[in-house]
């Protein structure tokens, strides 16, 4: 069953991101260790671990805000190497929403959006406007366009932040720990938006924290602990019976509360 | 005094008592609230009165506004403001034709229009930056005419305030360009741009301007091919130039310094590459961030132009010494220092209050500037 799955998994796209051997060392300190991942087109993947076990580090590299040391990484067939054009390439291709949200604070809400359409796509500025608003309502926060981040909700800046990343209409977003710096009551309000992103087939790499999340959308859960890949699996039997013990101890105390 | 007024906050209306007994009031609760403060109050307006009637009686009761020289002044025992009365021209314009005098006039009033203009109309940056660029291209040309009748004045004849305003304006509008890269160069991951950038700030830094003022006018015709020659004046604004850069570029770095790294994440991450970024998102969070201190290194940049004396380029303060030479008024520098101290601090508190404004004014207009 669950050969027959991934052959469909293979037959139904090429990988779209793909992490061969990679390794990384901050110093002396091993991060990653021979990370190894396939993700293809409209695949939803949720990194899951304790922390500095890696997870963010990981998709860090994956658009180079990290610099891996050993091993390739390739996102739609380039190569992420020391090239800047392979680099800014990449980045064109993947977008990231942060944990601190990182919207620019001396722009408003529709001049975050639309800036970098304007400057990196070389959008004319209405179109990229008209861009904006849509994906401003598609976060469903349109009337928020003209204020400054610094006059929002986390939620709502964090759901700004989603809007411009897929303002470049990106192949592929990643996710680092998005809801980790919200106040629980917007945590549901940026999940709808990511669940709706999920729903429509975006490719996407999370890293989270939040089970109900990763259960109802992800394809493959990915479980990582001290710099290693420890476990991969599609959500009902990483969560059913995962295989190994830290795998096991990791939901249980995740999940116990 | 039985004016009614409504206090907003409590909308209660009580008649306003007379101004004696609210001053009483404020003294009371202000200056005299404890045995120890009333002892220190006590002491400061002793102190207080012992130099401000004195300063007053010699400033105004004993001063002498017109005298043909110095010893009628002493006669009285006063301020001799018949020097400044008689020599004030002199001591703005220097020895620029009088017939012309007119054309650096002008050029005061353009500035102080534009410093005027700056902080009242609410312009845009790009039309105020516009305004000072045309604003000291005309101030230039008016000094130099040779142009729609006005004679030529060489650069030696561009005495007194004008010469200072126009050292600070062009030394400053000059430099920032050269201190905007140096403070980029410094944190740059290119070791040659680096080093180089911290070769330039230090090297500037850790030399007294009068150095870097004597190293432009003395050293530098010497290694210029002979025939070439080059204006004093611009040798010397040359050095200003670099002097100037070195300390906005530490203002501008300070300001770097404090942009989080989320920031060139965020734009590394949408693929602006390094100049979009730098312009578009680092930049102006910095610069905005640092008005305060570039300001202030503004002000000193200011006063550091009377420096430009000791290489015998005649500012305010070099014609104050040059009016002294005159026999009828050798005794007269308290007040020639005194017209150029109050000149200097009238520009600069008038500069620090505009900063303060500032400010004020773009931590209101972006709420989310200063908090992440």
């Known amino acids: ?257 | 005094m039985t004016d009614i007024t409504q206090d907003a906050s409590t909308g209660f209306i009580e008649p306003r008592r007379g101004i004696v007994e609210r001053a009483w009031e404020w003294a009371r609760a202000n200056l005299f609230n404890s045995v120890l403060n009333s002892i220190l109050t006590l002491i400061i307006a002793a102190l207080i009165a012992r130099i401000a009637i004195p300063l007053f009686n010699w400033a105004v009761v004993d001063a002498t506004f017109s005298a043909p020289n110095d010893a009628t002044c002493k006669a009285a025992g006063g301020a001799c403001w018949a020097f400044i009365a008689d020599w004030g021209k002199f001591l703005l314009f220097g020895r620029y034709p009088e017939d012309q005098r007119w054309r650096p006039t002008l050029v005061i009033v353009i500035f102080v229009a534009m410093m005027l203009m700056s902080s009242r109309a609410r312009l845009g940056g790009k039309l105020l930056l516009a305004m000072w660029a045309a604003g000291v291209v005309i101030a230039v040309a008016l000094m130099f005419g040779g142009f729609l009748g006005m004679p030529y004045v060489e650069t030696e004849l561009w005495n007194g305030v004008p010469l200072n305003l126009l050292l600070t304006v062009g030394g400053c509008g000059f430099a920032f360009p050269i201190a905007i890269l140096a403070a980029l160069g410094r944190r740059s991951r290119m070791p040659a741009i680096r080093w180089l950038s911290i070769a330039y700030i230090e090297l500037i830094r850790g030399v007294p301007l009068i150095t870097v003022l004597f190293m432009a006018t003395v050293m530098v015709p010497l290694f210029l091919p002979t025939g070439v020659t080059i204006a004093k004046l611009w040798r010397a604004e040359v050095a200003f130039t670099l002097f100037f850069g070195a300390y906005l570029a530490e203002a501008i770095r300070g300001g770097l310094q404090v942009i989080p790294r989320g920031q060139y994440e965020a734009a590394d991450a949408l693929g602006l590459g390094y100049w979009r970024k730098t312009l578009l998102i680092i930049l102006p969070q910095a610069l905005s961030i640092s008005i305060p201190s570039l300001v202030n290194t503004s002000i000193s940049a200011f006063k550091d132009t009377v420096l430009i004396t000791v290489v015998g380029i005649f500012d305010v303060l070099g014609d104050v010494n040059n009016a002294m030479n005159a026999p009828e008024w050798r005794s007269a520098y308290w007040e020639g220092y005194s017209f150029v101290a109050l000149l200097f601090f009238a520009a600069c508190f008038y500069m620090s209050r505009y900063s303060q404004r500032l400010e004020r004014s773009l931590s209101r207009t972006r709420p989310g500037a200063r908090r992440r």
């Open chain 1, 1 to 257: 069953m669950a050969v027959q799955e991934s052959a469909q998994r293979q037959a139904a796209g090429r990988p779209m991101i793909e992490l061969r051997n990679v390794n990384k060392w901050y110093g002396d300190f091993h991060v990653l260790k021979d990370i190894n991942i396939g993700v293809r087109k409209g695949e939803r993947v949720v990194v899951c671990g304790p922390s500095g076990s890696g997870k963010s580090t990981m998709i860090r590299c994956i658009n180079r805000l990290e610099e891996h040391q050993k091993g390739n990484i390739f996102v739609d067939g380039i190569e992420l190497t020391g090239d800047v054009k392979h680099v800014e390439a990449i980045r064109r291709e993947v977008g990231m929403v942060f944990q601190q949200f990182n919207l620019f604070p001396h722009l408003t809400v529709l001049q975050n959006l639309t800036l970098a359409p304007i400057w990196v796509r070389k959008m004319p500025k209405k179109e990229a406007e008209e861009l904006a608003m849509q994906l401003l309502e598609r976060v469903k926060i349109p009337e928020q366009a003209n204020k400054y981040p610094g006059q929002l909700s986390g939620g709502q800046q964090q759901r700004v932040a989603i809007a411009r990343s897929l303002c470049m209409k990106p192949e592929v977003m990643l996710f680092d720990e998005p809801t980790s710096a919200l106040d629980p009551e917007m945590i549901k309000e940026v999940l709808d938006v990511m669940v709706g992103l999920a729903q429509e087939g975006m490719t996407m790499i999370c890293v989270t924290h939040e089970m109900g999340f990763a259960r109802t959308v992800a394809d493959t859960m990915i479980f990582m602990d001290r710099g290693q890949i420890v476990e991969v699996a599609p959500p009902k039997e990483f969560f059913a019976n995962p295989k190994s013990d830290r795998t096991k101890l990791f939901l249980s105390q995740i999940l116990s509360h």
